[in-house]
């Protein structure tokens, strides 16, 4: 017996939690023997670890669907909070009801006794609109603002004519405003002309022979002529297309793309067709050469 006890001091926590007990229930008078039971210290965790967590599943079920939950912190005043709204809104609508009852006994009495028929104005809004008697009439501000537009579109170079002095008119073939970007700053030496085939601008440089997009676009072509020299031309928006011919070094690949005003080539003389240092500009717009300087403002040398 001795020996069994020290073994079982010996033994560790968890292999005590395996150890049997019996739990007899007797009777007080004849210490008779009625129920008795076999556990361990592991049972009593598993059997009190369930009884707990179904006593939580029941407890929250319980208070879920059943009137209890009322009494939670919190609970009753949201529950409260959308009883009253929902109250709130059916009292507006019994009132506008009411009102609108009580407007058309007024009117029945009214005319039973020949008095005149209360106007809508007294109890209800006029839910209708003479749109007909509606008056445009300009404002002063907007008389200001038109005013202030107009003397700007008069310096503006977008559609500047050099020879008239005047705004050159939209064009059917692009959809105005367009911003275009001067090429080369220098003097055109020869101006457009369809009936020679010329379907460009020449011009010569100042000391920048930086050549630049005149508007932002894609790189359709980047080549070497033996006429026109290095090539580049760009397609953009609007069904337009620009060209830079006669360079002495091309800036961009085909394919490359470019903003408005973004260096494209270097000018030059290249090509056989160059008399001397200058950039070739064509400006074509739906498949048809235009004259780029009823677009763009440039210096002339020419009359």
Do not use: C
Request: aromatic share 10%.
């Amino acid at each position: 017996m001795a020996k069994q006890n020290l073994n079982n001091e010996e033994l560790k926590w968890y292999q005590k939690l395996r150890v049997k007990y019996k739990l007899t229930i007797r009777r007080q008078d004849t210490y008779e023997e009625r129920v008795a039971f076999q556990i361990s210290r592991l049972n009593v965790i598993i059997y009190t670890g369930v009884f707990a967590i179904l006593l939580i599943i029941l407890t929250s079920l319980f208070i879920a669907y059943t009137p209890l939950k009322e009494y939670i912190p919190g609970q009753t005043e949201l529950e409260t909070r959308k009883k009253l709204y929902t109250l709130q809104q059916k009292t507006d609508s019994i009132e506008t009801a009411l009102r609108r009852k009580q407007l058309y006994l007024d009117n029945i009495r009214n005319v039973l006794n020949g008095g005149e028929v209360p106007s809508w104005e007294q109890g209800e809004r006029k839910d209708s609109i003479e749109y007909n008697d509606i008056e445009m009439e300009r404002s002063k501000e907007d008389s200001i603002l038109r005013a202030q537009f107009e003397q700007q579109q008069k310096y503006d170079l977008m559609g500047f004519n050099p020879v008239t002095g005047k705004v050159q008119q939209a064009s059917e073939d692009i959809r105005w405003p367009v911003n275009f970007f001067k090429p080369v700053s220098g003097f055109v030496t020869n101006k457009f002309s369809a009936e020679t085939n010329h379907f460009g601008v020449d011009i010569v440089p100042d000391e920048d022979k930086t050549v630049k997009a005149v508007l932002g676009g894609t790189v359709l072509f980047a080549e070497w002529t033996v006429e026109t020299g290095n090539v580049i031309a760009i397609q953009h928006n609007q069904n337009m297309i620009s060209v830079y011919k006669h360079n002495a070094n091309l800036l961009k690949d085909q394919g490359a793309m470019v903003e408005s005003g973004d260096p494209i080539a270097i000018s030059g003389e290249s090509g056989e067709l160059s008399s001397g240092p200058h950039l070739h500009f064509e400006l074509w717009m739906n498949g048809r050469p235009v004259d780029p300087e009823k677009y763009i403002l440039f210096k002339r040398l020419y009359e």
